[in-house]
């Protein structure tokens, strides 16, 4: 009951968020159950007439967006900057706005998208809020398949202070096929990800810059600084919360 609650939160969350799309934007589109939730309410808004264009992704954000309607467009032939983006995300600190991304695997072509956008919008349910990034959620480094055990290991070694651990996402495996141990999830650009589970991080920026310094990470799923907007869905309602701002819109 909780979960459907939560999904319900969401979804009027994802519904607000796309009414406030203009009509002609340029969108990026991202992924994950939340992110499908606002699909359906773009798809809605498409078939009422809004027009939009898309840019994915993900893989699969491309062919749930193609088959609502949505006009897409190729990241690589963007000639321009995105009027907004529209995600989800893992964990939101007020007032800040940071955020954790990535449980969907696609954290690094997030990134791309967010900072290729004028606008990052964000859409989540209340359990989202957290008080200090890692609370509840491992940090997701996306790093190239070579050498992945010693990039672990620096990783690890980074970690060491905060007492945390690393393991590497699988992909998911037939409920029979106990061993051998599944496969690595692999993503859409044929990386791994590394789930960092470092706990209540103090200083996100500093760990972030450290992260993302290390040989064989490509990116990781700390937006700092990268959220104007989080549409916040709970039992009372929508809040709207503005980045950096002790002020929210109901």
Known sequence: MQD????????????????EIPDGALIGLGSGTTAELMLVALAARVRAGLQVTGVPTSERTRALASAFGVRLLDFDGLSTTLDMSLDGADEVTLPALDLIKGRGGALLHEKQIALASRQRI????DSKLVTALGTHTAIPVEVVPFGWRQTMQRLEALGAALGGQITIRAALAEPAAATPPPAPFVT??????????????????????????????????????????????????VRVFISNSDRYES
């Not at 459907?4 to 009414?19: E, G, I, L, M, P």
């Not at 964000?122 to 349910?125: M, T």
């Not at 103090?202 to 993302?212: D, G, N, R, V, Y």
Request: proline share 3%; with cysteine.
């Open 4 to 19: 459907d609650a939560r999904n319900n939160w969401k979804r009027s969350a994802a519904q607000a968020a796309v009414a």
């Open 122 to 125: 964000i859409i989540v349910d």
């Open 188 to 237: 859409d650009s044929g990386n791994y990800i590394l789930d960092c589970g470092f706990g209540p991080i103090a200083q996100p920026a500093e760990l972030a810059a450290q992260i993302k310094a290390l040989t064989g990470v490509v990116d990781h799923g700390l937006f700092i600084g990268m959220t104007e907007r989080v549409y916040v869905g709970g039992a009372d309602g």
